[in-house]
Nanobody, 120 residues
Framework: QVQLVESGGGLVQAGGSLRLSCAAS????????MGWYRQAPGKQRDLVAA???????NYADSVKGRFTISRDNAKNTVDLQMNSLKPEDTAVYYC??????????????WGQGTQVIVSS
């Protein structure tokens, strides 16, 4: 299995930037699709961005052009660069690892989350 630990959250003014980082431990990182999700109190957890083992990316429409996801397979890390932040970006951001093991068992692991607050 893999353990995920997020960092980099905090308070920022609208229009500012933050860079979130997720450190992964475990042998499955290189074969996992990595993603960032966010959830505000009382609201649904939504996909923000994802990146495959081959580097293909996918973004929610609300963050396209503002956020960039990247991964370093040698360091077992995945980052989310967030620019031009808006108050509606305020949420707890979670790192996710998803895929199929060598024994063809599906897995889905989550970090504990990091808070992002964007003030107007």
């Amino acid at each position: 299995q893999v353990q995920l630990v997020e960092s980099g959250g905090g308070l920022v003014q609208a229009g500012g930037s933050l860079r979130l980082s997720c450190a992964a431990s475990g042998s499955i990182f290189r074969r996992s699709t990595m993603g960032w999700y966010r959830q505000a109190p009382g609201k649904q957890r939504d996909l923000v961005a994802a990146i495959t083992t081959g580097g293909s990316t996918n973004y929610a429409d609300s963050v396209k052009g503002r956020f960039t996801i990247s991964r370093d397979n040698a360091k077992n890390t995945v980052d989310l660069q967030m620019n031009s932040l808006k108050p509606e970006d305020t949420a707890v951001y979670y790192c996710n690892a998803k895929g199929i093991s060598l024994t063809l068992d599906k897995y889905d692991f989550w970090g504990q989350g990091t808070q992002v607050i964007v003030s107007s």
